[in-house]
């Protein structure tokens, strides 16, 4: 049981990762990027890094491009919040 709940663990990671994977060239293209901070129930923490970071529309961007993509990567997924915004 534990094993499985690990494997399902790692399996949301990794669909995480392939959205943010999704959404990074964008990103990249405007001197940025995002990395996973971490999965908490259905909340995923993400950091928006280079010129991303200090952007005035990353929340647009968190709401309208990076929540959209991974909730349809892992629809169980009901926010995408920003280190920035628990901080």
């Given at each position: 049981m534990f094993c499985r709940q690990i494997e399902m663990e790692k399996t949301i990671r990794n669909n995480i990762e392939n959205a943010l994977d999704e959404i990074r060239p964008f990103l990249k293209n405007d001197g940025g990027d995002i990395s996973l901070v971490g999965v908490e129930d259905t909340t995923v923490k993400v950091?928006?890094?280079?010129?991303?970071?200090?952007?005035?529309?990353?929340?647009?961007?968190?709401?309208?491009?990076?929540?959209?993509?991974?909730?349809?990567?892992?629809?169980?997924?009901?926010n995408v919040i920003s280190v920035g915004d628990i901080e």
């Open positions: 950091k928006f890094e280079g010129a991303c970071s200090t952007c005035t529309v990353n929340q647009m961007t968190l709401k309208s491009g990076v929540e959209m993509i991974i909730k349809k990567h892992v629809p169980h997924i009901e």
